[in-house]
């Protein structure tokens, strides 16, 4: 056995609030359905009627994008190598605002215009080329699966600290989980994107309550901030034995800016490439609505800031986050932290709010790439004239089938591979960000010039990451920073991908347009991408565009 005690007060509890949000999820099936059409569309299954209001969508939002493994990892982060890789994910939560309020608004608009479900939905409206939205499917899902899997990590960290595996019993470790993925997928594949809408609002209530907690309280049991950034600095400033460097970074110095700075940036940029970013934005039933968010929804990056801060007061208490093999996983702190702690109830409460902030997300990615693949490769390449209700039926299906691949991954293979991987997805969803977004403001980008641009950014990007290696572990894929070809200049990988990437584009777009390449048709509107809820969708508009009208036909390249 692991030498763990199972703490059966805070087992109680997260195991009862499960079962609540596990029981909301299924009476969610009922709530706002259509009587016409139940959940029988993507529509309705797939972005819950299209009608949630800003509250709804403002706690839908912060379950989508801060997440269980956000709640982990974060001060993980901060425990284990300081501010560069956990600090900055603050200021890029400030940064993607304005990304939303801008960009995000006017995706709502012209996809409410012409029914699009995903982003690649738009792209290839916009451009006329399903390979073209193939690219940004295929991304999106790929990118998106190792996402899921790191919810599924969140959940095995509290699971592991509540005593519950062993290193010796493998069905023992993992049947918790098995039984969390059973009923997250029945709920999902029953309810869709209304069951993690309705449970957002518990969960982050739950986590409100416990960061405000452990925020104040902590301070005052540990001496004051004063003597935890203290013990922070010193235990940062010591020196690794196996790299002959500082084990972490305090304050970022001005040799860490370059990557300070692009990590925030590439992610904010990135964050909303995300499928289930896009799904929870166009859920919404406004365009005000998005934009409204974007006012409000910095309260989450203040919470964000104090949970980043729980890192540090790790450090002070001496937290001891011991995985089963005996190994120091930084994973486990934020859930060490709160058992050692606090009353065992409390800690219950926290352990279930990040237990349930995994639920919520996974549902999200989940439901987001089973609609790409339904909608950009089922449809666009296999079945042209699928109908709505067999639509919604597939997407179903490949829910299920993407939550299967996320809980093999997690159970077969080592935690670090699923860190590898999502490290990638941050790499490669940011190179579908000059066909998304700049389709959103002008049509000068030639469809064959943004999807050599998109492979040349994707084929950059996992060989840089694959070249940087892990100064003590030796392997590859051991950061997402590194420099930029030819110069001692490090920054975030997917930061200069993006920009070969967008200069490729560029270039071949101006020399296909010299060649006079022939242009796939736009079937977007300038009006489109200002359309408000009180427009009319262009399948009542615009009876002779079928593509536009849900099911119907895709583009041809």
């Known amino acids: 056995m692991n030498g763990r005690d199972i703490n059966w007060i805070a087992l109680v509890i997260v195991v009862l609030l499960f079962v609540v949000v596990a029981v909301m999820g299924f009476l969610a099936a009922r709530w706002r359905r259509?009587?016409?059409?139940?959940?029988?569309?993507?529509?309705?299954?797939?972005?819950?009627?299209?009608?949630?209001?800003?509250?709804?969508t403002w706690f839908l939002l912060g379950g989508d994008l801060y997440t269980a493994y956000t709640f982990v990892a974060v001060p993980a982060a901060m425990w284990a190598t300081g501010a560069v890789s956990g600090f900055f994910a603050v200021?890029?939560?400030?940064?993607?605002?304005?990304?939303?309020?801008i960009i995000m608004s006017r995706l709502w608009s012209v996809s409410h215009r012409h029914g699009y479900v995903t982003s690649a939905d738009f792209v290839g409206g916009r451009y006329g080329s399903r390979w073209l939205s193939l690219a940004v499917a295929v991304t999106g899902i790929v990118a998106t699966m190792p996402?899921?899997?790191?919810?599924?990590?969140?959940?095995?960290?509290?699971?592991?600290?509540?005593?519950?595996?062993?290193?010796?019993?493998?069905?023992?470790?993992?049947?918790?989980l098995i039984l969390a993925f059973v009923v997250l997928a029945a709920y999902t594949y029953t309810s869709g994107l209304r069951a993690p809408a309705m449970i957002a609002v518990v969960k982050d209530l739950l986590i409100y309550l416990a960061v405000i907690v452990a925020i104040i309280y902590l301070p005052i049991k540990f001496g004051g901030w004063d003597t935890i950034f203290g013990a922070a600095q010193q235990?940062?400033?010591?020196?690794?034995?196996?790299?002959?460097?500082?084990?972490?970074?305090?304050?970022?110095?001005?040799?860490?800016?370059?990557?300070?700075?692009?990590?925030?940036?590439?992610?904010?940029?990135?964050?909303?490439?995300?499928?289930?970013?896009?799904?929870?934005?166009?859920?919404?039933?406004?365009?005000?609505?998005?934009r409204r968010?974007?006012?409000?929804?910095?309260?989450?990056s203040l919470m964000l800031g104090f949970l980043a801060l729980l890192g540090f007061a790790a450090i002070k208490a001496g937290t001891k986050?011991?995985?089963?093999?005996?190994?120091?996983?930084?994973?486990?702190?934020?859930?060490?932290?709160?058992?050692?702690?606090?009353?065992?109830?409390?800690?219950?409460?926290?352990?279930?709010?990040?237990?349930?902030?995994?639920?919520?997300?996974?549902?999200?990615?989940?439901?987001?790439?089973?609609?790409?693949?339904?909608?950009?490769?089922?449809r666009d390449f296999i079945r042209p004239d699928v109908d709505p209700k067999t639509e919604a039926k597939v997407s179903k299906i490949v829910s299920l089938v993407v939550k299967v691949g996320a809980l093999v991954f997690v159970i077969a293979m080592d935690q670090s591979a699923a860190i590898n991987m999502q490290l990638l997805g941050g790499i490669w969803i940011l190179q579908t960000f000059p066909a998304v977004v700049a389709g959103l403001y002008t049509r000068w980008f030639d469809r064959w010039a943004l999807l050599a641009g998109w492979a040349a950014g994707i084929v950059f990007g996992t060989v840089s990451a694959y070249n940087v290696i892990n100064p003590v572990t030796k392997a590859h894929f051991g950061g997402s920073v590194a420099p930029i070809p030819g110069t001692d200049f490090s920054v975030y990988i997917a930061v200069s991908a993006f920009a070969l990437n967008l200069a490729i584009a560029a270039v071949l777009t101006l020399v296909l347009r010299a060649l006079k390449v022939r242009t796939g048709e736009d079937l977007t509107r300038p009006t489109d991408y200002a359309a408000d809820e009180t427009d009319p969708k262009v399948v009542q508009i615009e009876k002779t565009q079928h593509y536009t009208q849900p099911g119907g036909p895709s583009p041809v390249a």
């Open 147 to 176: 996402y899921i899997a790191l919810q599924l990590v969140g959940i095995k960290a509290v699971l592991t600290v509540l005593g519950l595996g062993s290193p010796d019993n493998v069905l023992l470790t993992d049947l918790p």
């Open 91 to 101: 200021p890029y939560t400030i940064v993607l605002y304005p990304i939303i309020f």
């Open 293 to 300: 968010n974007a006012a409000i929804l910095p309260l989450y």
């Open 321 to 378: 986050p011991v995985d089963l093999d005996g190994s120091v996983n930084p994973q486990l702190v934020v859930p060490q932290l709160f058992l050692d702690h606090f009353p065992a109830w409390f800690a219950g409460i926290a352990l279930a709010a990040i237990a349930i902030g995994a639920l919520v997300p996974a549902a999200i990615m989940s439901i987001a790439a089973a609609n790409m693949f339904t909608r950009n490769i089922y």
């Open 235 to 290: 235990k940062l400033g010591t020196v690794n034995q196996a790299t002959g460097k500082p084990a972490g970074v305090f304050i970022p110095g001005t040799a860490n800016f370059s990557a300070y700075w692009s990590l925030a940036l590439g992610s904010a940029m990135a964050l909303f490439m995300y499928p289930h970013s896009v799904t929870a934005v166009l859920a919404s039933k406004a365009r005000n609505t998005i």
């Open 34 to 56: 259509s009587a016409e059409e139940g959940l029988h569309s993507l529509d309705e299954w797939g972005l819950g009627g299209r009608g949630f209001g800003t509250w709804i």
